[in-house]
């Protein structure tokens, strides 16, 4: 059930679907992703789709965790990333794998404190979790080289723009009102003229990014 075998069948299911950056499909083709989900649903970890994983929420489709962190990490070195939304701590886990350090805020304490369990079970020591609100970011720990929201906001969340590096980036789902798209945006270098620019990568579908704590 949790074979090599299956993580590989994921990977190669990965690749065929058009990812290329090794080091992500790696990333995913080592990582557990049966200890991210209940028992009960052990044996559907290595599909390639959501999962419940209680709260309403999901563990993140195999597939968009890996598009969404080869968004993040083609446009150039990145060593410290905020994620918004830790959920089970999968993608989390996969960011850790591949920077220098990860920060990640939930809104929801039972699920981030079961994140934290499982993460701390792995012996990631270059993850750090907050139970709060993501959408303001972390400021104690800004700048962040990239930024990764894994819940659908309905624009740019301006205090987690100003939280982005020169040349740092941010993928997010965005709900632009006819469906979700994937975006990714830059912050330009350049003193006071910096700007923004961004891209829509793909359609996707995500939970709602909400304001506050539950
Ligand atoms: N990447 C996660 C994984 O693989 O398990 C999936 C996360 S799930 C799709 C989105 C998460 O974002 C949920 O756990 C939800 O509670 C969280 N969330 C929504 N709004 C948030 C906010 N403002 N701050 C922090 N977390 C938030």
Redesign the pocket.
Same mark, same amino acid.
């Given at each position: 059930m949790t074979s090599l075998r299956t993580r590989e069948r994921l990977a190669q299911r990965l690749l065929a679907a058009g990812l290329e950056d090794d080091a992500v499909i790696e990333a995913l083709r080592q990582l557990p992703r049966h200890l991210?989900v209940e028992e009960a649903l052990a044996s559907r970890a290595y599909e390639d789709s959501?999962l419940p994983?209680g709260?309403g =929420?999901?563990?993140?489709q195999p597939y968009m *965790?890996a598009r969404m962190t080869q968004a993040l990490l083609e446009a150039g070195p990145v060593q410290t990333v905020l994620e *918004?939304?830790?959920?089970? @701590?999968? =993608?989390t886990a996969v960011l850790a794998a591949l920077v220098r350090r990860v920060y990640s *805020?939930?809104?929801?304490s039972s699920?981030q404190a079961r994140a934290e369990q499982r993460l701390r079970a792995l012996k990631l020591r270059n993850v750090r979790l907050r139970y @709060?609100?993501?959408?303001t970011g972390w400021t104690e720990y800004a700048p962040f080289d990239g930024i990764l929201v894994?819940?659908a906001a309905s624009g740019i969340p301006r205090r987690l723009a100003e939280q982005l590096a020169p040349g740092g980036r941010m993928v997010l789902p965005i709900d632009c009102g006819r469906g979700q798209v994937l975006v990714r945006l830059v912050k330009k270098r350049g003193g006071q003229r910096s700007g923004y620019q961004h891209e829509v990568l793909e359609p996707v579908t995500? *939970?709602?990014?909400? @304001?506050g704590v539950?």
């Open positions: 991210f959501s994983i709260w =929420q999901t563990i993140s *965790v *918004v939304g830790t959920g089970s @701590g999968y =993608q *805020v939930e809104r929801i699920l @709060g609100d993501g959408s894994t819940a995500f *939970v709602p990014l909400l @304001g539950a």
